[in-house]
């Protein structure tokens, strides 16, 4: 099919040919005195050379005349396709972390391309890796004159900012990010987490609410993210002593997540307070069915303060029967009956949760416990003296606030990891592998619930954290 034109034009030539050749005939020119007897055929094919020669004679004055713009336009392009070679060698070698051969290639692109939104990416880029961080913030500032280039001139930008710990001109050019791009996911999530850092939770929530309807967060985890910031609006609102306010979000938190086991204690407080003692007991309870906390103890020990320890052993019954299997439930239920002084069912309790002779992966928080169990009911130190050496050379760690993010541990829940300053990663867990080096050990974190009786309370500091009293 592509010869088909070829063939048709062949064709054409060829039947002109026989044509012209069938009817011959004269041609007579006359021209200044001259004349000029010829035939058709010999007519035809001299305009034909005539043509070929004023073709040939006007491509080469073209030529001539283009020459130096055709060269110069060359040129242009050799240096344009060896500065395009230099950009992607200096990504390579960026992406390889080589950053002497990105710098070179950095400063070849420059000097080749007349295209400098490419070439300033390259240079910050490479700059960072040489660890200039002077020179790359000025050519990411560089960037941002120009519109083409400004969003990714405001994301350099922000890194540095964080990477300096200044949090506040990280904050502001997320702003100015979100103003360009309102629907990228990490200007959203960024923006999010630098408010949630400030404690401006009104615009944090703000924020959250368009990242929810850009899909950027599971809808679980914006829900958890959404109780915390109400969470931590409703303690900053008792602080103020606007107790309506701290009461209004403590609620709206503990209904958006009732598993939040910090919420749901803080808005047990507030209820209790307000004497409503019983809808306290089932935002605790309802709390321990999916995530059995210390903090939930201490709460729960705090809205029974007036009632026999022997009462209070019936209530740590009930309360433990909504997770009957969990480590808290047992640690809480044997807690409660060591106040109590009743030694069989504290032991019941600790047996369940590994504090058995035959058990070497006790908890060091059942080993204690235990420690304590032995020289209350039978003072036996001897007995007392193997648990705590137990506590002590047990591979088991006890739960401790631990950051998901960077490992850390905390004293205590808090929205803002102190380490790594992530937002919402602290949960009551064992510790992993991660980074503990500067951080405080698990038996410093969780002081002890007051044992009566006059029980020694160095052997064993009790599992769960000063309760919250009722204000």
Not at 257 to 269: L, R, T
Request: net charge positive; aromatic share 6%; charged share 25%.
């Amino acid at each position: 099919m592509r010869a088909l034109p070829t063939l048709l034009v062949l064709a054409l030539v060829i039947a002109g040919a026989v044509f012209i050749a069938d009817r011959p005939g004269s041609v007579a020119l006359v021209w200044q005195g001259w004349r000029v007897d010829t035939s058709v055929t010999v007519l035809l094919f001299g305009i034909a050379i005539v043509a070929m020669i004023a073709a040939a004679a006007f491509h080469l004055l073209r030529l001539i005349l283009g020459g130096p713009r055709a060269f110069m336009r060359g040129r242009r392009e050799r240096r344009r396709q060896r500065g395009y070679r230099a950009l992607t060698q200096g990504m390579v070698a960026i992406a390889a972390g080589d950053a002497a051969e990105a710098k070179r290639f950095a400063r070849q692109a420059d000097v080749l391309l007349a295209e400098p939104p490419l070439t300033l990416l390259l240079s910050a880029q490479a700059a960072q890796l040489n660890g200039d961080e002077r020179a790359a913030e000025k050519y990411f500032t560089a960037m941002l004159d120009r519109p083409e280039t400004e969003f990714l001139g405001l994301r350099g930008l922000m890194m540095q900012a964080l990477k300096n710990n200044n949090e506040p001109e990280a904050l502001r050019l997320a702003r100015r990010a979100k103003e360009l791009r309102p629907k990228t996911p990490w200007v959203l999530s960024s923006l999010f987490e630098l408010q949630s850092r400030a404690g401006k939770w009104a615009e944090a929530e703000t924020t959250l609410a368009l990242a929810a309807r850009r899909k950027v967060l599971p809808e679980l985890t914006s829900r958890r993210h959404r109780a915390v910031m109400l969470h931590e609006q409703s303690r900053a609102a008792e602080t103020d002593d606007r107790h309506r306010d701290a009461a209004r979000l403590a609620g709206k938190a503990n209904s958006l997540a009732p598993d939040f086991a910090e919420a749901a204690s803080h808005y047990a407080a507030i209820l209790s307070a307000s004497g409503q003692t019983r809808q306290a007991r089932k935002a605790i309870e309802t709390a321990w069915k999916n995530e059995p906390n210390p903090v939930l103890a201490a709460t729960f020990d705090a809205l029974f303060a007036d009632e026999t320890p022997l009462q209070r052993v019936k209530r740590f019954e009930t309360l433990a029967a909504q997770n009957r299997d969990h480590l808290e439930s047992h640690i809480a239920a044997a807690g409660a009956a060591l106040r109590a002084r009743l030694w069989g069912e504290a032991r019941r309790h600790l047996a369940a949760a590994g504090g058995r002779d035959d058990n070497a992966m006790a908890s060091p928080r059942v080993c204690r416990m235990m420690a304590v169990l032995e020289e209350a009911e039978h003072e036996n130190l001897s007995a007392a003296r193997i648990w705590l050496a137990r506590a002590g050379a047990t591979p088991m760690q006890d739960p401790a606030y631990v950051c998901s993010a960077c490992g850390g541990e905390t004293a205590s829940w808090i929205s803002i990891c102190p380490h790594c300053r992530s937002f919402d990663t602290i949960a009551w867990r064992v510790p992993g592998h991660g980074p503990t080096s500067q951080l405080r050990t698990a038996t410093e974190m969780t002081p002890s619930l007051p044992i009566p009786g006059g029980l020694s309370a160095t052997i064993i500091p009790m599992d769960n954290p000063p309760a919250r009293r009722p204000t």
